[in-house]
């Protein structure tokens, strides 16, 4: 949907593919073979500005909307899908919650630093026993003496662990709400609040995740916290609104996770017309025979399509209108669409495809966290289920 697109988005679309053409390609391969996050390159996108693009320019952002944050996230990914990761944190996940939920003192604490790239913000929901079922999260905190004492532990979080990990927004039990009657008794509602911790703080350690099958560029932890303590004033917003928080927080991320999904469709496709046209079997390349020709045909139909529904969705944010369900419905489509287009992208790379040698592989391996990271598939369904009445007799 270019016909949407204002100039400066044109530009910040060609000025970031680009830098991903110039900077990230030629080592992408590499830094994904080492396991190794790239300090340089993420200061690198900061003094491009792709953190805090959708931030007010008095708390150090660009003031763009966030279709134009939607863009920087697909060209990134278009090439990488390891620092698209942690763009796409670094903003929904890190940078938003404090930005949308902040106190002015936070927010002008965090987000000129945040901005500008001299430390990453992380979100810390995810548990060993409570991913989909958020709700079953262990990690508390009890207020004491005017400080949050927080303990428990996290795990699968981006931005976390490296040398520019700077603070993270914990989700933690905070107390009860009372009793709820359900189908089976009575049971306690918890109090669910966000927390800031910035990382350093005493009791708060963070382990590198390694072994990824991945975004083995990007940075993944697991959080412990041990009688961590911090100051009362460190509580994001009101305390109880911390699951509200999460909710918004994850429609926000499912925009950037489906541009993920998009950039990424896009890059495979892109390699696989390359290939196609360059590599001749029988004497001519093999982009001619109907058998490729319709696969990269159907590819740049569902990649059009995956486009227009993220557009649409994000021009419903920037418009202030109700947009979880085209959220959900971006992130479901544009994350599958990435998953048809590197099969079938792979499979027309042959048996090079399944060579390190060639990105497409990369492609093919990085596409799979985005039908799990920030709400499966199967839970994306279970919302746009939801938002369209399927269950109005519940």
């Known amino acids: 949907m270019d016909f949407w697109l204002k100039d400066e988005q044109k530009m910040l679309r060609y000025n970031i593919r680009e830098f991903a053409e110039q900077e990230i390609a030629p080592v992408a391969m590499e830094l994904d073979e080492k396991e190794e996050f790239s300090c340089d390159l993420t200061r690198k996108m900061a003094k491009l500005g792709l953190f ?230 029988f004497g001519k390349p093999i982009s001619t025979f109907q058998i490729n020709a319709f696969k990269l045909a159907d590819m740049a139909t569902e990649i059009e399509a995956a486009r227009n529904l993220l557009y649409k969705a994000c021009y419903l944010k920037d418009q202030g209108k109700p947009f979880g369900k085209e959220a959900a419905m971006a992130k479901l489509y544009c994350s599958e669409v990435m998953g048809r287009v590197t099969n079938e992208a792979l499979q027309i790379h042959g048996g090079y495809g399944l060579m390190k040698e060639y990105n497409i592989e990369r492609f093919y391996r990085d596409y799979k966290l985005l039908t799990i990271g920030e709400g499966t598939s199967e839970v994306q369904r279970i919302v746009i289920s939801r938002r369209i009445g399927c269950y109005d007799t519940d």
């Open 52 to 281: 805090g693009i959708y931030v007010p320019a008095e708390f150090g952002g660009a003031g763009m909307d966030y279709l134009s944050y939607i863009i920087a996230v697909e060209e990134i990914c278009r090439i990488d899908g390891s620092h698209g990761a942690t763009v796409a944190a670094g903003n929904s996940l890190g940078i938003g919650p404090i930005y949308y939920y902040g106190s002015k003192k936070q927010k002008n604490e965090w987000l000129p630093r945040l901005c500008a790239g001299e430390i990453l913000a992380s979100f810390g929901l995810t548990e060993p026993n409570a991913g989909s079922d958020a709700g079953a999260s262990k990690t508390n905190a009890r207020l004491e003496n005017g400080q949050w004492v927080v303990n428990g532990s996290k795990i699968f979080i981006t931005n976390s662990t490296s040398k520019m990990a700077g603070i993270c927004t914990v989700q933690a039990i905070t107390g009860t709400k009372g009793q709820k009657v359900g189908p089976y008794g009575s049971i306690e509602t918890k109090e669910v609040s966000c927390i800031l911790v910035p990382n350093g703080t005493p009791g708060f350690t963070t382990k590198k995740m390694t072994k990824k099958m991945m975004w083995r560029s990007s940075d993944t932890g697991e959080l412990y916290f041990d009688d961590c303590r911090v100051p009362e004033e460190n509580l994001l917003g009101k305390r109880g609104e911390g699951f509200h928080q999460m909710l918004q927080t994850l429609d926000n991320g499912r925009l950037a996770i489906a541009a993920m999904g998009l950039g990424g469709a896009q890059g495979a496709y892109e390699l696989a017309m390359k290939y196609a046209k360059a590599r001749k079997q």
